[in-house]
């Protein structure tokens, strides 16, 4: 997590601040319902809340304590004392640090879910808003990176709220299972600690039960859940490369926002680079490179070993701060994204109409050709076209209408009439239905 | 995939014959929707299935064709032509080789996905069993490796029954991810073909409609697919090292069976090796392996690209072959598993009663105790324990009966009483009907 | 390993028979140097090399014999034994099976490394040829896609050149890391085997001997060979993609050699595809995908498990394999390609003169204008040409000479002056020289 | 990179403090050279030395402005200027952005490496210490996690030296790797600044000359390094897990210093856990996720795009601070372990002389039997001793004895002799000759 990308709403959720406040809260919960039970005084959990509700917790005492004791949660539960006094010893009766710690990622990351699924929800309004925009902005379509047949650029970031729109179902899936609580005790057998008490802190943060943890919450859930992150980040790649290529200068058919004042280049005044998709691309990169540690986080040894620990402290901050910030950075670019139709349609014509040549092939294989020899017929014409310099408009369907094999079986009416860009076009409407709606 | 890691039904889905077997479906039911559309004959998509909608394809005949096209959609479609004479040319009538491709690897996965719930579906059965059987079967839980507490043998597989119970769920969920169709032509427009061609054929083929696919389906869903089947891997590694673990020579609480005949080692006799979640584990790193270059393909370059085709060529057959045989192979260890009750006994002896020492602390901070002196006076007890040789039952008992500021808050009776290993299975039955039902 | 992406040559290496073969060789080895040693009869060593020195072995009874013993080197000998007689049992003496199948890794990943370097050389001969092809070829660098500043189309394969040059330094060393060779028995004692064996046999498949090895080789040696294929497969990528930018419609600076009679889509018969190089990127990343595996390898518990074998079982030959047929692919792709000089040239000019922006910002600063404002001077009348359309030539000195401020400090000469592109290319030779020698 | 896991040296490398600092020498020397050659007054050169050479920049303040260039290098050189005055104009001549960046992350990468070098040494010291001390301390070897033979501890120790070793060597060359100049401004022509700068610099810095950068030094070179750092980590998690292994409650032979007031858990006060290797063992998941970011990383489009560099702004601090900390806490780890001989002893004798199985089997083919009815006599009386419960002292020698087929090819006393363990002890010193010299 470094300063340039991150966004401090989601930074704070990591900060020692936000950490202990939710300790506080699982340790004094957990005592509240300790003492419905009557293990501990009431009037102890009250003081607890009442002394400790409202405090901020010196995290550099904390950190002074735990240099001595090496433990966290013991020297976070020493601070506390010296806040709260002699109560504070009903504090986590039962407990083990991992049901602290634990449960505490679990609201973290859940938080954090919350944070992304508003951010792809500014993509996905963004994504909208553009897309209706240019619903009907006719664009070269491009396989392999070679111009293909037209479709529309609005057809475009269809596709990408489609993605994204998935994105978001996967995210709340992902939500749904770190949001568990376990205060389980040692080995997680309960032997210390009624179950009662995880119902009860689970209900007063938002989480449900996890039905059998080891002293541990099983990792699988974490797992699942960066790996999630890591297909988001995948997808975030491949708009953010969608927008690098169609900014390349030849094509230029869209181009990220350049603010007056700004400079491309610290030695050429020409340059106007698309550096936010370009940094988007190494974020993803990034976020990706996590998902195999959370994966190799699943097999603790037996009940539970602590290697999980440290990657969590690094990637569960990295990763959430991270994509929040490139999903953010994302919306931005979608929002002020430049775009030239008039780009759009000059690329069209590059190729002097070569883009009709599969409604030329079925309209000969209609007409009685066999398609091994329709195929051969396009194909040779649409090579001279290729070969062409200078201005080849309209020349695809001037060469077709020369070749005999094919004047044989279309007349140049007939072909005139594919090279109508209309065509392409007719189930724009029908995609837009099925992606947003009616 | 290579045989030594490969079960023929899952291999079956990957083999050519297949591959081709379900081209040819996806193509005929095509022309038969365009046939209802008119665009073709009916008689001609009638005749298609008569002549080969039985037919074997000729693997070799159609990679013949393909070194000359070097196409393989078109070398299968030359192919059909020879066994269906020219009703074939109405075959592929608008459509692309994604279309063919793509919905193609949609029916691959969703079958190998249903192998692999099956899978699981036996190694559920299979922990269940087992978990039954050994629900209060005591045995020490550790923690890093540690002696901590105890709990019971049936606990740790009711953890991995919950796990793979998720993993179950998981699978359920990226199955639908990868069960799209997509019949929409060059660029996905549907410029040459009309969307109720691809309804029809998502029905056929037990499929739903990709909204707006781009040529190809988004990869995004395969990304979720290949990154779920490393969550399962993980979880696979997490139950395999847990036996391996239980194995160890000065352990033995567990065993994969060994059969009469065979042999642990060519050198030395007496070897009896956990060999099977040895292998499980480094299966486990292929499949996670495989997760990043299935992220990696999410990005493809504007409508499509085909850098994703090689990699699916071979992670497609390699993730779900070695999955199978790696949840089945599990499924075996597990049902088959040697339990020892007794060496789990035994070692949950080992430590003379330190595993009681949370007990002890709690008696004493409820006596009166501040958890501070609590703790060092237990750890004091402890430690002396940890440095005994030779036999220690009862030793911790022993010692802290003679120890002047516990025995001023707790009585020998009390102590003794802290030292009935029942107390720390109370909860079993509360997290056995957590996992498996009431 | 799939047909459709392995060379024969490579696949060999990694066939049953070879495996065999190379068995063979080891444990007759051994043999011999067992006899020189007095611990077997020389007799029984010569009897060996005549008896089975020659053979093929039947991998079909060897695969038959390790169904009832479970142990691929225990049928191996069973098998070897049939073929030689009673004096079979001399092999293998004190030997453990991974002494056999580590060092055959060994041999086999030796190999491997060979043929991969013969890859490498070809392709850079192939680099270095078109290099010097085109060593004057002018054409526009681009940094982030964007027209920057002049260079030639030598130097960019003169990079790739000198990246691959480094990547077969590389490999050599890598092939150095895992060319070891151990004999040294149960648990790498020696205690049954004498060190000279090992010596003997390491000299004669020319390996090195490995220091100490417990049991097994240690793995660090292959995660390191494994990660430096991963490294090739990534330059592989980055060649690859610049192949696929260049022949992007909008550049097509260069092409993929196109076969006459090569179909690019099945759809559309205009088509001229990149999917050589798309297959590459693809196959980078599967090549990629196995570093981590093989770094998870490294940590085998105590003197070994056996969890890296399936790993490697998978990945040797998937690993190899798919590099060779890559570096090959890329070789062909670098001695077919079709270069268009005169495209680079059109695209050059297309921003009528902006690449030359750094040389007037420089004209200005040591015409004494400040950094800040000159940079201000040239962005502005940039920013204006690229708002153009039609065509640009000329049009940046023709707006630089009409600025008034610039004009203060440049006369119209010293600006047309700036023009010259053969200014850009003055230190071509220098950059030549470094990478091929004066 | 987070405080716990990483050392003040190593951090300071990637403060913006030294950051600048190193810009500053870059530029400095730059402009050196440029006085050199004329292109700069001499004066002016001398001028920046003097008003900055000693200077500490003001983050905040570049931060300031960058916030309005969105430029780095330009807002620091705005405040170099704000510090020099009007010679400031001379900075920066000719170069760009990345001539500065690309090598000062070279010297910083090379800074790390150094560090981690002494690393590296350090552990290495305290390996051969250690292995010296315990060259003889006979311990059982283990394969599979099951007792195999015998070795010494000292050679368990050797093994982790003579891999630390080559992880030394391959980190040189991963230095080398990285420790290039490139000052060849845009797109790496030299159009605008005269090679003999970018050598005149390398000089100074102590780095050698990139033969050709693109704008940026190419990235297969930080590849490399990231790698060669992933394969150190996977040591790191060998040796780490071996020490976890000894240490387990049950095995016991090796543990972690605890230091007195240390707490092993909140709950209970009997734990003394290997939570200093468990962290290793997660610190390494963390540097192994990084390597395929980076391979990702070479792949930029043509001379440069930036995706590469938010990767290197999280993973060049991430991943050498990292490193640092875990190298020099495995370092203390060794230094400070516990060594438990007679607890080695213990468990050697636990299966009752079993580990000596491939002896008698070797003795019995020696005297006559084949070796397939040695392995049956052998493993029939090894399983017997694996069934007995109790003392197995001796157990393994009386069963052979009372063996009929055995008893007929081997006397009591040549049974008794195979029974030494010193016999598997005698190769040692010749281990430790190859690994540590004569």
Known sequence: MIPRYSRPEMAAIWSPETRFRIWFEIE???????????????????????????????????????RTTKHDVIAFLTHVAEIVGPEARFLHQGMTSSD???????????????????DIDRLLAALKTRAMEHRHTITIGRSHGIHAEPTTFGVKLAQAYAEFDRNRARLVAARAEIATCAISGAIGTFANIDPRVEAHVADKLGLT??????????????AMFFATLGVIASSIERLATEIRHLQRTEVLEAEEYFSP???????????RNPVLTENLTGLARLVRGMVTPALENVAL???????????????????????DFALTRLAGVIEKLLVYPENMQRNLDLLGGLHNSQRVLLALTQAGMSREEAYAAVQR???????????????????????????????????????DDAYHLKAVDTIFARVFGA
């Open 261 to 271: 004042g700004q400079k491309g280049s610290s030695a050429m005044p020409h340059k």
């Open 100 to 118: 602290v710690l634990d449960t505490c990622l679990s609201v973290q990351l859940a938080r954090a879910a919350d944070i992304l699924i508003a």
């Open 209 to 222: 039960v996890e039905p059998v943890s080891t002293q541990v919450i099983p990792r699988d859930r974490h």
């Open 381 to 419: 014409n649409a090579m001279q076209v290729w070969q062409m310099r200078g201005n080849r408009t309209g020349q695809f369907a001037c060469l077709l209408k020369a070749d005999a094999e094919i004047a044989e079986k279309l007349n140049p009416q007939a072909i005139d009439a594919m090279f």
């Open 301 to 323: 040894w037996h009940e539970r070993d602590i290697s999980h620990s440290s990657v969590e402290r690094m990637i569960g901050p990295d990763a959430t701060v991270t994509l």
């Open 28 to 66: 004094a919960h957990a005592t509240d319902a300790l003492a419905d039970l009557g293990v501990v005084p009431k009037a102890a959990a009250a003081a607890i809340w009442e002394k400790a509700g409202g405090a901020s917790f010196d995290v550099e005492r904390i950190d002074e304590i735990e």
